[in-house]
């Protein structure tokens, strides 16, 4: 997940590259918009619209920062897939948790 300048509002989009498993589709970033607390330890969330596939994902948590600095998202997840009709609709959303940490940004 990548995740461009917060604004004074909160706001924030960016990408995010799922390393899913479950798809036989070629999986491509897709854009996520999102909004946060401008405090310390913000509480956030987030929308993944998936660009290769009919499913959309929302993300809600906690920025925790430790003493030496090192933040850490934990986030709950529903992911709801596409259903072809109302019938269909009792498996199309997902529930989990992911946590995320910052991955050391790379010079080039």
Same mark, same amino acid.
């Given at each position: 997940?990548?995740?461009? #300048? *917060?604004?004074?509002?909160?706001? @924030?989009?960016? /990408?995010?590259?799922?390393?899913? $498993?479950? &798809?036989?589709?070629?999986?491509?970033?897709?854009?996520?918009?999102?909004?946060?607390?401008?405090?310390?330890?913000?509480?956030?969330?987030?929308?993944?619209?998936?660009?290769?596939?009919?499913?959309? #994902? *929302?993300?809600?948590?906690?920025? @925790?920062?430790? /003493?030496?600095?090192?933040?850490? $998202?934990? &986030?709950?997840?529903?992911?709801?897939?596409?259903?072809?009709?109302?019938?269909?609709?009792?498996?199309?959303?997902?529930?989990?948790?992911?946590?995320?940490?910052?991955?050391?940004?790379?010079?080039?």
């Amino acid at each position: 997940m990548t995740i461009m #300048a *917060v604004n004074n509002n909160g706001e @924030f989009a960016g /990408t995010f590259h799922t390393a899913v $498993l479950t &798809t036989t589709k070629e999986i491509k970033a897709s854009p996520l918009v999102g909004i946060q607390h401008i405090k310390t330890q913000p509480t956030f969330g987030f929308t993944v619209n998936w660009n290769f596939t009919d499913s959309t #994902a *929302v993300f809600t948590g906690q920025c @925790f920062v430790d /003493t030496d600095g090192k933040e850490t $998202l934990k &986030t709950m997840w529903l992911l709801q897939s596409h259903a072809n009709s109302i019938k269909d609709d009792w498996n199309a959303t997902t529930v989990g948790t992911d946590t995320f940490t910052r991955r050391a940004e790379v010079m080039e």
